[in-house]
């Protein structure tokens, strides 16, 4: 499957942004969708997932409150919705399809990353 990031940009602390995941391929309505993201000079880190078909999402606790994750199976589309945005929320965004149903947090089981979208959050 590929996946494709959009929505990035620079907005002021405090505003908002929506990302959007497009896949294409081999997609699968069953598999979780997760976010991450990358700040420079740090690893790689979990923003959020969503699962297959029932859509329970699970949250880092930084942006739990803040961010939505939401699907649009007859789409192929996963959004992250980021509200009250803060500069540490700066970061390269990269979503993510999962091998499972059940998203985790791990990197590892995710099968396929887009290329990542740039979010950046000034004061």
């Known amino acids: 499957v590929q996946l494709v990031e959009s929505g990035g940009g620079q907005v002021q602390a405090g505003g908002s942004l929506r990302l959007s995941c497009a896949a294409s391929g081999r997609t699968s309505s069953t598999a979780a969708m997760g976010w991450f993201r990358q700040a420079p000079g740090k690893e790689r880190a979990f923003v959020g997932v969503?699962?297959?078909?029932?859509?329970?999402?699970y949250y880092a606790d930084s942006v739990k409150g803040r961010f939505t994750i939401s699907r649009d199976n007859g789409k192929d589309t996963t959004y992250l919705q980021m509200n009250s945005l803060k500069p540490e929320d700066t970061a390269v965004y990269y979503c993510a399809a999962s091998k499972y149903a059940i998203g985790s947090t791990r990197p590892s089981d995710f099968r396929s990353w887009g290329q990542g979208t740039q979010v950046t959050v000034s004061s």
């Open positions: 969503i699962n297959g078909r029932g859509g329970s999402t």
